[in-house]
């Protein structure tokens, strides 16, 4: 195997963790990996940034709202210390930035393989429900709104309960007016506008990780049921099934976008027994470590999309295999934080 | 998803009456019971060969055994685990 140098985002390893540490642990496990894993954080305490088994080095880069000629000066600061072949990201909010500067990104030698920007916005939450039409799947039904008024009259439409979402991240149930506005103030404050309304289905929830090869076909996916959850629904353990139903989805939505690059599928069985679309997240998710378990190890697939080759990944796995969450506390010297708020950058 | 005759046959059963469904993560718990009336199921027995075995091998009446298993069946029935019956 050649030696990778792999820059990878989200770091933030909290109750509601980012991909970022789980797609690294997945590129370290690979056999035979030889290369560098340069850690890209927006935070100086993303507990990532501490572990030394994980990271060679870490820099911060200025948040996605600075601007993508921000970022890409501090990416040719960082490229003065560091090779940089791949650059894997992690978090909805950077990879539109990252998407439009893939050619620029080229340019300096380091490669990526994201979705387009056409891509982002057809999966996008805003235009989900056009895209399940498009695949015969159902979607609860969903409003985007953009402030109270019209949040009021959507969800005297779709009525209580009712999920609130924000564009990028979090989730509220609301059962009321109240809730719903509350709900709101939470998620306008950080994300801003629109704020998605969805109607609450009950059901069986199922998650699928996938890899699209950007001409219509899957590399490999695994299907994920959570069986333990936090108080703020986020998956604390899953188990690896094995479900053609959800597969077949996962074929048809990278086929009918010809996607590329990491996703997410978030499902839902009703009692009805329908299955209905909740979410595609355009990257890998945070449980991610669990396709490596399973011996389908997507994020080291990425690198080597992105580097012009094509993965060969197993198609069928094991069912039964869990990831059960960890709480651990790293320890950290004050001069690591020193590094990160003065010179913005930390080695191991 | 899976209809429940293909997720009947596709369940991983083991000795000591755990149970997991490969399709959807749920798991269960039966006793030694329950454990007989699954294989039973697996092999295609009607409701009829089931009863017949409860009866001899607890030695109960035909209608105890009757309401026992269509108890049971029925709660398989709620988890989606078989069709019909």
Redesign the interface.
């Known amino acids: 195997m050649r030696e990778l140098h792999v820059a990878v985002t989200g770091l933030s390893a909290t109750d509601n963790p980012a991909p970022g540490v789980a797609v690294i642990r997945s590129l370290r496990e690979q056999p035979g990996w030889c290369g560098r894993i340069i850690g890209l954080a927006y935070d100086a305490y993303e507990p990532g940034i501490f572990d030394p088994r994980l990271v060679d080095a870490v820099y911060l880069l200025p948040y996605p709202s600075a601007g993508k000629e921000a970022v890409l000066q501090r990416l040719d600061e960082i490229l003065q210390r560091e090779r940089i072949d791949v650059l894997l990201p992690t978090l909805d909010s950077e990879l539109s930035s990252f998407s439009q500067a893939a050619q620029q990104l080229a340019a300096r030698g380091i490669r990526t393989f994201l979705p387009t920007e056409d891509q982002l916005k057809r999966r996008s939450k805003a235009n989900l429900a056009a895209l399940a039409k498009d695949l015969g799947l159902r979607v609860p039904e969903s409003a985007a709104v953009t402030d109270f008024r019209s949040a009021e009259k959507a969800a005297d439409e779709i009525g209580f309960p009712l999920m609130v979402k924000g564009l990028f991240y979090e989730a509220y149930r609301a059962a009321n007016s109240s809730e719903l506005f509350a709900a709101m103030q939470a998620l306008v404050t950080r994300w801003g506008y629109p704020v998605i309304l969805q109607e609450y289905v009950p059901g069986?929830e199922?998650n699928l990780a996938g890899l699209g090869d950007g001409k219509g076909g899957i590399v490999s996916a695994v299907c994920?049921?959570k069986?333990s959850v936090t108080d703020r629904g986020k998956g604390w353990a899953?188990?690896s099934?094995?479900?053609?139903?959800l597969t077949d989805v996962a074929r048809a939505f990278v086929k009918a976008l010809q996607w590329r690059g990491g996703f997410e599928l978030e499902m839902l069985?009703s009692d009805k027994?329908e299955?209905n679309l909740i979410e595609i997240n355009p990257r890998f998710p945070a449980w991610i470590y669990l396709t490596t378990a399973c011996g389908i190890n997507l994020p080291y697939a990425y690198c080597l999309l992105a580097s012009g080759e094509q993965p060969r990944m197993p198609q069928e796995y094991e069912?039964?295999i869990l990831f059960v969450r960890c709480t651990t506390d790293l320890i950290a010297r004050v001069k690591q934080i020193e590094d990160l708020l003065t010179r913005r950058e930390i080695h191991y | 998803m899976a209809d429940a005759n293909r997720r009947l046959k596709t369940l991983a059963i083991s000795d000591s009456g755990f149970i997991f469904d490969p399709s959807t993560g749920q798991t269960f718990t039966t006793n030694e019971t329950g454990l007989d009336i699954f294989r039973m199921l697996k092999e295609e027995k009607s409701l009829k060969e089931i009863t017949l075995f409860i009866e001899n091998q607890y030695d109960v009446d035909e209608d105890i055994a009757l309401r026992d298993v269509t108890q049971f069946l029925s709660q398989l029935k709620t988890y989606r685990l078989i069709d019909g019956f």
């Open positions: 069986e199922y994920m049921k069986v899953g188990v099934i094995v479900n053609e139903q069985m027994e299955l069912p039964g």
